[in-house]
């Protein structure tokens, strides 16, 4: 099946900085891809949709300043998480439908988690 | 917002069991999946089955599908200790995935 990477698995960072997640699919090309947080023992909630060529599409209640998205190209999409404080710490996980059907299959990066001290 | 309510919330059989796992949803849907998550790891598809779909098998895997009752199953026969995870159904519509809460199931060798 499709292979999607996620970059870094852990990270743990001082509140105050900004850290950037990688997620890339890797033997094929993704024109969306989604990012989601989940904290512990919950589900995934969908935070944005990354647009290839366009702007990230957020959910509600997701501030787009605070977490930037770029779709930089058809293999790549970063999550910025700006300022971050100790409630940004979470789970993220990226995912790209391979297909053109969006809600076809899905294949998700392995995590990264994200610790604010 | 959540889509997909699964039951029971944890499951507990010895190896060899039958596991059946349930996903109740509320609004129309294009598609549902199920997906399984090992702890602090990312997420595995294991099935899609269509709204048009009422039954799909995939090896040990049973997944069926009533939309009257807007409702699933997933079904894994022969349970192994490898199959101890977290399982989430995800309904797919408007070009999203919504998942459930997730259900723990737990394989005792």
């Known amino acids: 099946g499709a292979v999607v990477s996620q970059h870094p698995s852990r990270v743990i960072c001082k509140s105050g900085t900004s850290v950037k997640i990688e997620c890339r699919s890797l033997d094929f090309q993704a024109t969306t891809m989604f990012w989601y947080r989940q904290f512990p023992k919950q589900s995934l909630m969908l935070m944005a949709t990354s647009n290839e060529g366009s702007k990230a599409t957020y959910e509600q209640g997701v501030e787009k300043d605070k977490f930037l998205i770029n779709h930089a190209s058809l293999t790549l999409s970063t999550l910025t998480v700006t300022s971050a404080h100790p409630e940004d710490s979470s789970f993220y996980i990226c995912?790209?439908?391979?297909?053109?059907?969006?809600?076809?299959?899905?294949?998700f990066g392995p995590g990264t988690r994200l610790t604010v001290l | 917002s959540q889509q997909g309510e699964e039951d029971p919330q944890a499951l507990s059989i010895q190896e060899g069991e039958n596991a059946t796992m349930n996903c109740s949803y509320k609004t129309s849907i294009n598609n549902l999946q199920w997906y399984r998550q090992n702890s602090g790891r990312g997420l595995v598809h294991l099935i899609l089955i269509r709204s048009n779909e009422r039954e799909k098998h995939s090896g040990r895997l049973r997944v069926t599908l009533d939309t009257s009752k807007k409702s699933s199953s997933l079904l894994i026969t022969a349970s192994r200790a490898a199959d101890t995870a977290s399982y989430f159904c995800a309904t797919g519509a408007n070009s999203k995935l919504t998942f459930g809460k997730g259900i723990t199931l737990s394989v005792r060798p």
């Open positions: 995912s790209a439908p391979q297909g053109h059907g969006s809600t076809d299959t899905q294949y």
